[in-house]
């Protein structure tokens, strides 16, 4: 993956902010071949990212208040994204990413497993994921990085 820098940040010019994306209104039309093995799902790429997020947060963390301080995300919307009432959302990954903190592979797996992989070239969001992550970032300075740009994390 490219070195993101600061600079980077100011002057490249992004096609999307990273935390919305355009529509694809074009309808496709696939028929499998027998033998053919079709991506897993959505829920099931959401669910092995659930089982990913009980791993990290059972490996590096001892309680939810460690988890609350080092990546902004509280106790009840963890246990939320853990019992399946609640999808994982873009924010939270990035937030677990940078706080925890995880390597740039970790993280994109992570990315494509919520829909969406690392594009630091083209969005604006994965730009700043992957300059907090690579720059060793903290979660206070990632989060004010981000609304320095624009882009309001809660």
Known sequence: MIRITKEFL?????????????????????RPIDGTKLPPSADDQMNTLRKKFTIIFTAKYENFAQLEVRCQINESIMRKYLNRSRKITRESVAKLC?????????????????????????????????????????????????????????
């Open 98 to 154: 940078v706080g925890t903190p995880l390597t740039l592979e970790e993280s994109d797996e992570l990315f494509t497993l919520q829909g969406h992989s690392l594009e630091p070239d083209k969005q604006r969001f994965d730009a700043l994921i992957v300059n907090a992550i690579q720059d060793g970032d903290d979660i206070g300075t990632f989060l004010d990085t981000c609304k320095k740009y624009g882009l309001n994390i809660i």
């Open 10 to 30: 100011k002057t490249h010019n992004f096609k999307f902010d990273g935390l919305t994306f355009p529509q694809d209104i074009t309808q496709k039309s696939y």
